[in-house]
């Protein structure tokens, strides 16, 4: 009966069925519909941002380490521990694209639990290293694992929902990840209160303890995630059906999920992602949102010990909170906007200009309460900007190969945007950083552009395959097809 109740829905789209069994039909694919992003949304969404939190974590405890002692106990000079830090990003960055590329291969369900697996035991690893030696060794194997986590996400997701979906989730699990590791601090902090114990200082028991965690996690999220929604135990077979019907439906001419499944790698497709205007306008505006996010955990405590409202470190912590805590609902906002009115660039255009004024306003003023407000909104107007412009590549990329190279290049590219924070910001300029704050103004004014670039790019396109000029493409699959429609 259920196998009818798709079937019967498939022939009312060609019109074979009367209106009478039209809006019936209507009201059982929305009732499939609901039931599967609401089952997707429970079993998947909450594993992701658990890995994403175990990264975000395992990428900031080297900070509280230093803090407690790490440099002297393993002999590192100042200079020596940043180079640890570059180590890091050159193999974190280098891995993305090629970990995107591999993980049809291996699978989902295997690839993204073993790697948090593998740099779960590396951080467990770093709780045990001796010398400056082990420290590079092991920093460069950590980038490589983690590396490959958050455009694996991104690209794993985007084979579960619709383009107008895709914005609310990344939304929920970027900005949820990112929370909760705003207060890996404190956690550091109790963690090294295990020690001295067992002959290890304070600081290794930070990266053992998390690595420990890490590892439990990967396994959770091993026995809990599916490869794709085809062979998701928590789906019936008739919402397991319906689950792929609508993606294959889905306004615009999304992708063809068999030609994916079927697709052979070919460099062709990775070069098409590569060689594409879209994702070098999107991935720079990104990076300079990034360059802003990176820094705000070099000046914020500045100003919040100027402000006199904290009397120790952990309070300190816990103000720095505050401006992810409002930008949060406003992100979840913004990609529910995203998603609902199927807008990306657009909406990127609408709260750039928030972080805009707060980056001009404190670059210019000294008084530490202004500047505080300041970072709220410069938090704000960066992370309401970060779903949309996250999944506006995935949005116009088909075909596997092609997705992955994008939504991997968008990653890497953005993430060198560690890099700007560190240099931009030197200890010397405190603790007003006009400079810094001055070169993050600029970066983000050309995001504003980039984006409004990008957007005139998709309707061209779009206007270009009205006007028949990809009708040699039609039938091929892929975002080239004249009924694939590009997300502006």
Same mark, same amino acid.
């Given at each position: 009966?259920?196998?009818?109740?798709?079937?019967?829905?498939?022939?009312?789209?060609?019109?074979?069925?009367?209106?009478?069994?039209?809006?019936?039909?209507?009201?059982?694919?929305?009732?499939?519909?609901?039931?599967?992003?609401?089952?997707?949304?429970?079993?998947?969404?909450?594993?992701?941002?658990?890995?994403?939190?175990?990264?975000?974590?395992?990428?900031?405890?080297?900070?509280?380490?230093?803090?407690?002692?790490?440099?002297?106990?393993? !002999?590192?000079?100042?200079?020596?521990?940043?180079?640890?830090?570059?180590?890091?990003?050159?193999?974190?960055?280098?891995?993305?694209?090629?970990?995107?590329?591999?993980?049809?291969?291996?699978?989902?369900?295997?690839?993204?639990?073993?790697?948090?697996?593998?740099?779960?035991?590396?951080?467990?690893?770093?709780?045990?290293?001796?010398?400056?030696?082990?420290?590079?060794?092991?920093?460069?194997?950590?980038?490589?694992?983690?590396?490959?986590?958050?455009?694996?996400?991104?690209?794993?997701?985007?084979?579960?929902?619709?383009?107008?979906?895709?914005?609310?989730?990344?939304?929920?699990?970027?900005?949820?990840?990112?929370?909760?590791?705003?207060?890996?601090?404190?956690?550091?902090?109790?963690?090294?209160?295990?020690?001295?114990?067992?002959?290890?200082?304070?600081?290794?028991?930070?990266?053992?303890?998390?690595?420990?965690?890490?590892?439990?996690?990967?396994?959770?999220?091993?026995?809990?995630?599916?490869?794709?929604?085809?062979?998701?135990?928590?789906?019936?077979?008739?919402?397991?059906?319906?689950?792929?019907?609508?993606?294959?439906?889905?306004?615009?001419?999304?992708?063809?999920?068999?030609?994916?499944?079927?697709?052979?790698?070919?460099?062709?497709?990775?070069?098409?992602?590569?060689?594409?205007?879209?994702?070098?306008?999107?991935?720079?505006?990104?990076?300079?949102?990034?360059?802003?996010?990176?820094?705000?955990?070099?000046?914020?405590?500045?100003?919040?010990?100027?402000?006199?409202?904290?009397?120790?470190?952990?309070?300190?912590?816990?103000?720095?909170?505050?401006?992810?805590?409002?930008?949060?609902?406003?992100?979840?906002?913004?990609?529910?906007?995203?998603?609902?009115?199927?807008?990306?660039?657009?909406?990127?255009?609408?709260?750039?200009?928030?972080?805009?004024?707060?980056?001009?306003?404190?670059?210019?003023?000294?008084?530490?309460?202004?500047?505080?407000?300041?970072?709220?909104?410069?938090?704000?107007?960066?992370?309401?900007?970060?779903?949309?412009?996250?999944?506006?590549?995935?949005?116009?990329?088909?075909?596997?190969?092609?997705?992955?190279?994008?939504?991997?290049?968008?990653?890497?590219?953005?993430?060198?945007?560690?890099?700007?924070?560190?240099?931009?910001?030197?200890?010397?300029?405190?603790?007003?950083? !006009?400079?810094?704050?001055?070169?993050?103004?600029?970066?983000?004014?050309?995001?504003?552009?980039?984006?409004?670039?990008?957007?005139?790019?998709?309707?061209?396109?779009?206007?270009?395959?009205?006007?028949?000029?990809?009708?040699?493409?039609?039938?091929?699959?892929?975002?080239?097809?004249?009924?694939?429609?590009?997300?502006?």
């Amino acid at each position: 009966m259920a196998a009818m109740t798709v079937k019967v829905a498939h022939d009312s789209d060609i019109g074979s069925g009367g209106d009478h069994e039209s809006i019936p039909m209507q009201r059982i694919n929305q009732d499939l519909t609901k039931r599967v992003l609401f089952k997707t949304d429970i079993r998947v969404v909450p594993l992701v941002m658990l890995l994403f939190l175990c990264s975000f974590l395992d990428r900031t405890n080297i900070g509280n380490a230093k803090i407690i002692g790490l440099e002297d106990d393993i !002999h590192i000079s100042p200079s020596q521990y940043r180079n640890g830090l570059a180590i890091y990003y050159a193999f974190y960055i280098a891995s993305e694209v090629p970990s995107n590329l591999i993980i049809k291969k291996i699978s989902p369900k295997v690839w993204l639990p073993f790697l948090t697996f593998a740099w779960g035991m590396i951080t467990l690893g770093i709780g045990f290293m001796r010398d400056y030696k082990d420290y590079m060794i092991l920093r460069a194997v950590l980038g490589i694992f983690e590396g490959g986590l958050f455009p694996g996400i991104i690209l794993y997701l985007s084979s579960m929902y619709t383009r107008g979906e895709l914005a609310l989730r990344i939304g929920i699990f970027y900005t949820g990840g990112s929370l909760s590791g705003a207060f890996g601090g404190l956690l550091a902090r109790g963690l090294s209160a295990i020690g001295p114990r067992g002959g290890l200082e304070g600081w290794r028991w930070i990266f053992i303890m998390e690595g420990v965690i890490t590892c439990i996690v990967a396994a959770l999220s091993f026995i809990g995630l599916p490869n794709s929604l085809q062979e998701a135990s928590f789906l019936t077979k008739e919402e397991k059906q319906w689950a792929v019907d609508r993606l294959e439906q889905d306004e615009g001419g999304r992708f063809s999920r068999i030609r994916e499944l079927e697709e052979e790698f070919q460099w062709s497709e990775v070069r098409r992602g590569f060689f594409n205007i879209q994702v070098w306008l999107n991935s720079t505006s990104y990076f300079a949102m990034v360059s802003g996010l990176y820094s705000f955990g070099l000046f914020l405590p500045t100003i919040i010990k100027e402000m006199g409202i904290a009397r120790n470190a952990d309070q300190v912590q816990l103000w720095s909170v505050i401006p992810f805590a409002i930008a949060t609902p406003f992100t979840v906002l913004a990609a529910f906007v995203s998603d609902r009115l199927k807008l990306r660039g657009i909406i990127t255009l609408c709260v750039m200009p928030i972080s805009i004024v707060g980056y001009a306003v404190i670059a210019n003023v000294k008084q530490a309460e202004t500047r505080f407000a300041m970072t709220c909104l410069m938090a704000l107007g960066m992370y309401c900007a970060v779903p949309p412009v996250l999944v506006w590549n995935a949005n116009n990329s088909a075909g596997h190969y092609k997705r992955a190279t994008t939504s991997g290049l968008q990653l890497a590219i953005a993430n060198c945007g560690g890099f700007v924070a560190t240099f931009v910001y030197p200890a010397t300029e405190a603790p007003y950083y !006009h400079k810094g704050h001055t070169i993050i103004l600029g970066l983000l004014c050309y995001a504003w552009f980039a984006a409004l670039a990008n957007v005139f790019w998709c309707i061209k396109i779009n206007r270009d395959k009205a006007a028949g000029k990809y009708d040699q493409y039609r039938g091929s699959g892929d975002d080239r097809d004249p009924e694939f429609k590009m997300v502006l």
